[in-house]
Structures are given as C-alpha cells and as structure tokens.
C-alpha cells in the first residue's frame, strides 16, 4: 500500500507537519493480506483423509512503518522532545480508534481499520529524527464505511432485494430503524436463509430500534421484549450469491446501516 498520510481519531499526521516514510533500504517485500485463517481438522479413515472440523481467525492484523517531518515544508528533521511528546499522546492509547490511510490511488478512501500503536524512536548521530509505529488492530480485516440503505413499503408483504458487499462469507446484522405505517403483526423474512423475524402488537408511528442483540422501541406500552421471536434481522453472503431476497409483512420504513468487512492488507 503506497500511503503517504492517515487520519487517526480525527486527526491527520499531516495536522503535525508528518508523512508517512521509510529510512529503511528500499526493494520488493513480502506484506501479510491478513485475515489468516486457523484450520481445525480430525483424522478419518486411518489418516486418508482429514475432515475439517472448524474454521477461525486466531490473529489480527498487524504492521510496522516509520514516520518523519515532512521534509517538503523545509524543516529541520530533526524532532523536538515536546512534538514527539504530542505524537506518542495521539497514536500510544489503551483503546482502539478508527484509522484511515490516504494513498495516492485512493483505493483505501472508502476502507478504515480500528488500532493503537505500539511507538519506538528512530535516531541518528544522537538526535530524533523519527519513529517506527508497530499498528495493531482488533480485527483480522479492515472495514468499509458504513453504508446506508433506505427502504419504504406502502402494502403488505412487499418484497426486497439487498446485497450484502462483505468479503466474507457468513452475515452481519445490521442496526435498523423502523417506524411502523399499520397496526398489526411485523415479520421481516430473508427467504436467502429461511430466517423470519417476527415482532407482534406493532403500532402505527412506532419506532423500533435493533442493533444486535439489544431490541428497543419508541411506546413504553409495548412490551417488546415479550412479543420479539429473538431472529435478529442479518444480512448473509456466500462466495457465489450475496443477494438477499427478503419479504416484509407490514407497511414500514426501514433504515440499515452496516460496515461491510474488507479483506485487504494494510
């Protein structure tokens, strides 16, 4: 990836007067895709054969670059002790923050990860002059910003086709919010999986809320939790066919929004 900026948290390393660089010799290299996957197998048939058992990511992802002054701006190179000060309190934090890279293609425009960093001093002749920034994140795959996907029904058992943009096989459950049009009964079913979900007692004007696994609703009367089959509405995806054909039941407006997973390296 040819990067040469990231916004991290809300702030460019650019704000700081930084790029993304190298003080490393230059040449091809070998850079992790991520998303590697731990196969677990059993012996059949006196060890013929292993059948696989299960599938799992047992690693994040994880890389390491090095960052200086931008030298374009005609500064010393060298760092002060309240700059790096500044640096290492943005980027060195126990938690994870959302990570953008800006790369000269922009095909990681659309594409963030969740990371903090581990930070090393990069110095020559006894002066700082950069730092190495070790990344680690809290997935094995990077995101795509969130999509938003709008949908209205003026009659009942209406029918609709979403398409599920993750790279990875399985679903995610998006967060939606629903305002029902009609009294009555509220199914959402995704004929891609046979997987109904059902809520009772709906009222015109309610607003439920689902983002997995907590259900909500704008009536305190109705009791939600009681009349909710507990199928959270998901959106699936396989290889071959990532189209979802689902059917709903009432007259509603139906927002989702979802981050599609991004299998690419970083």
């Known amino acids: 990836m040819n990067v040469y900026d990231f916004e991290y948290d809300?702030?460019?390393?650019?704000?700081?007067?930084?790029?993304?660089?190298?003080?490393?010799?230059k040449g091809l290299q070998t850079v992790s895709?991520?998303?590697?996957?731990?196969?677990?197998?059993?012996?059949?048939?006196?060890?013929?054969?292993?059948?696989?058992?299960?599938?799992?990511?047992?690693?994040?992802l994880e890389t390491t670059f090095q960052i200086c002054k931008n030298t374009c701006e005609n500064r010393d190179l060298e760092m002060s002790f309240d700059e790096c000060r500044d640096l290492i309190s943005w980027l060195?934090?126990?938690?994870?923050?959302?990570?953008?890279?800006?790369?000269?293609?922009?095909e990681y425009s659309d594409v963030y990860f969740e990371a903090s960093f581990n930070i090393s001093r990069i110095e020559s002749d006894g002066k700082l002059c950069g730092l190495e920034l070790n990344m680690i994140t809290n997935?094995?795959?990077?995101?795509?910003?969130?999509?938003?996907?709008?949908?209205?029904?003026?009659?009942?058992?209406?029918?609709?086709?979403?398409?599920?943009l993750s790279d990875e096989e399985g679903f995610v459950y998006p967060h939606m919010e629903i305002t029902v049009k009609e009294n009555g009964d509220l199914s959402i079913y995704n004929q891609s999986e046979d997987r109904n979900m059902y809520i009772a007692n709906c009222e015109v004007g309610e607003r439920i809320t689902l983002d997995y696994p907590i259900i909500q609703t704008s009536l305190s009367s109705h009791k939600i939790q009681n009349d909710f089959n507990w199928n959270?509405?998901?959106?699936?995806?396989?290889?071959?066919?990532?189209?979802?054909?689902?059917?709903?039941?009432?007259?509603?407006?139906?927002?989702?929004?979802?981050?599609?997973?991004v299998k690419v390296s970083i």
């Open 92 to 106: 060195n934090r126990k938690g994870f923050h959302k990570i953008q890279f800006l790369d000269y293609n922009d």
């Open 232 to 261: 959270f509405f998901r959106l699936v995806s396989t290889f071959n066919y990532s189209i979802n054909q689902i059917s709903i039941s009432l007259p509603c407006e139906i927002k989702m929004v979802y981050s599609p997973i």
């Open 33 to 60: 895709s991520g998303s590697n996957l731990t196969f677990n197998t059993v012996s059949v048939r006196n060890g013929e054969k292993h059948e696989l058992t299960s599938a799992e990511y047992n690693e994040c």
């Open 139 to 164: 997935r094995p795959f990077a995101l795509h910003n969130p999509i938003s996907i709008m949908l209205e029904t003026s009659e009942a058992n209406q029918e609709r086709k979403i398409i599920n």
């Open 10 to 25: 809300n702030l460019r390393l650019s704000d700081f007067g930084y790029i993304i660089c190298s003080f490393g010799s």
